[in-house]
Structures are given as structure tokens and as C-alpha cells.
């Protein structure tokens, strides 16, 4: 049964940094693209960040490509997102979310991988609060 597991969240102070983990289980990253997305209380939701499973390219939100950075270890199935200099807007629930590739004929993502009608399979979500 395929499933993503969110870890990483919790309380910070602005400025600190928080690495979130998205671990895969009953699928193989490699033909998956895996995206980040974050809901914040009575926003939309908003697609911040993905990456290819197969060839490790990346996609950035513009809100946040000079803070976050994705990565993955595949021999781990797992998906990270780190973010550095946490700010309170950065406050919501962060989900990931995985994108068949081979299903899209796709290798490398793009700005698109944050606007598919739908998903493969989510996560439960992790909160992230940034407070002082």
C-alpha cells in the first residue's frame, strides 16, 4: 500500500531553520515526482516545491526560492524539504504529494508539477508554526 509520511514540524522561532522529511512507502521514488505543498489557516493551499524522482531536477515557488531547498535519497525513499530563516508566514501545514512520471512520459519537472489536477498519493501533513 503506497503511503507518504510527513515528519519534521513543530514550533520555531523566526529565523531558525527546520528540515521536513517526506518518507515513501509501496512505491520507488525513482518514478515519482514528489511536491511540497503548505496550507495556511483559511488560505488556499500553495505549492512551494518539487523534485524529480528520476533525474533530481527541482521547482521553486517564487516565494520561496531563496529559503527552501529540496533534496532527496532515494535509497532511503525520502524526501526532504529544509527551510532556512523561518518567517511567521511560513506557518501552516506542509503536505507532500507524489506525481507518477512515467504516467506523464516526464523525466525533469517543471513549474507545472505544482498545478496537477490531482495527485498520485498524499501525506497526512506535518504543522510548521513559527513563532517568538
Known amino acids: 500500500q503506497a503511503q507518504l509520511v510527513e515528519s519534521g514540524g513543530g514550533l520555531v522561532r523566526p529565523g531558525e531553520s527546520l528540515r521536513l522529511s517526506c518518507a515513501i512507502s509501496?512505491?520507488?521514488?525513482?518514478?515519482?515526482?514528489i511536491v511540497w505543498f503548505r496550507q495556511a489557516p483559511g488560505k488556499e493551499r500553495e505549492g512551494v516545491s518539487c523534485?524529480?524522482?528520476?533525474?533530481?531536477?527541482?521547482y521553486y515557488a517564487d516565494s520561496v526560492k531563496d529559503r527552501f531547498t529540496i533534496s532527496s535519497d532515494n535509497a532511503k525513499n525520502t524526501v526532504y524539504l529544509q527551510i532556512h530563516n523561518l518567517e511567521p508566514a511560513d506557518t501552516a501545514v506542509y503536505y507532500c504529494a507524489a506525481d507518477d512520471l512515467i504516467e506523464r512520459s516526464m523525466v525533469t519537472v517543471d513549474a507545472s508539477c505544482v498545478a496537477r489536477r490531482s495527485y498520485d498519493y498524499w501525506g497526512q501533513g506535518t504543522q510548521v508554526t513559527v513563532s517568538s
Open positions: 523534485i524529480s524522482g528520476s533525474d533530481g531536477s527541482t
Open positions: 509501496g512505491f520507488y521514488l525513482d518514478y515519482y515526482a
